[in-house]
């Protein structure tokens, strides 16, 4: 059984293998030296019995090492899923300010709209009222009528005019659509990286709950078959 147990301890992880040997070597030849002296094979019957003995003092070397081995682990992968846990928060949070700011820009943005179409429709009233104040017979206070070059001057200058205002009103609603569009875009864009993130994040402690698993199930089994 203890046999098992060894062979199970000593195939638990490649990184075990080599301080376990080291220290079974050393331990095997400091023996052998020490038989080897005064004629030890001579004077002593009990041979077989050492030599169990030696090997459950291996086995106990082997159980030690890898139980500090894994206990450091074990302590490692706390530290690194606590450190995982915070940064996940950490990301859910600043995942969460972006959505907000995302909500925000998206409300500036049908606020602009709205107030670029009531422009539009202002704009298309002013042209209206003028239009019929040039019809009218008397536009002049002094009762005087305008003549037909002076109609035209004066429906060139107020189409001039609206054209102006309605140029300046989209090049001015254009470049904050332009700068609210790009905020928007890079908002998504951090929100896609974020949520990549987090999926990472979730994945390494996912893996990291497997392998603490793995590790207490190993060694409650181990413990158990100990005679």
């Not at 038989?35 to 459950?56: A, D, N, V």
């Not at 969460?96 to 422009?119: H, I, N, S, T, V």
């Not at 042209?127 to 001057?153: F, H």
């Not at 905020?183 to 951090?190: E, M």
């Amino acid at each position: 059984m203890r046999a098992t147990i060894v062979h199970c301890l000593a195939t638990l992880s490649h990184s075990f293998r080599k301080p376990i040997l080291n220290a079974t070597y050393c331990l095997l030849n400091f023996c052998t030296t020490f038989l080897c002296l005064g004629g030890f094979f001579s004077r002593y019957s009990s041979f077989p019995y050492l030599i169990q003995k030696l090997e459950e003092q291996v086995a106990i070397i082997q159980a030690s090492t890898v139980l500090s081995l894994a206990e450091k682990w074990i302590q490692q992968i706390e530290g690194t899923e606590a450190a995982l846990h915070q940064k996940m928060m950490d990301l859910e949070m600043e995942m969460e300010m972006f959505c907000k700011q995302k909500g925000y820009l998206e409300e500036e943005l049908d606020y602009r709209k709205q107030a670029l179409d009531q422009a539009y429709m202002q704009i298309q009233e002013l042209e209206a009222t003028l239009y019929n104040a040039l019809q009218q017979d008397s536009v002049i206070k002094c009762g005087e009528s305008l003549n037909e070059k002076q109609k035209d001057e004066l429906r060139t200058s107020v189409e001039k005019l609206r054209r102006q205002m309605l140029r300046k009103s989209r090049e001015y609603d254009c470049q904050i659509l332009q700068e609210r569009m790009e905020l928007l875009q890079q908002a998504h864009q951090r929100i896609r990286d974020l949520e990549d993130k987090t999926d990472i994040q979730k994945r390494q402690i996912k893996d990291l709950e497997e392998k603490f698993l793995f590790l207490f199930l190993f060694f409650s089994l181990a413990f158990i078959l100990w005679p």
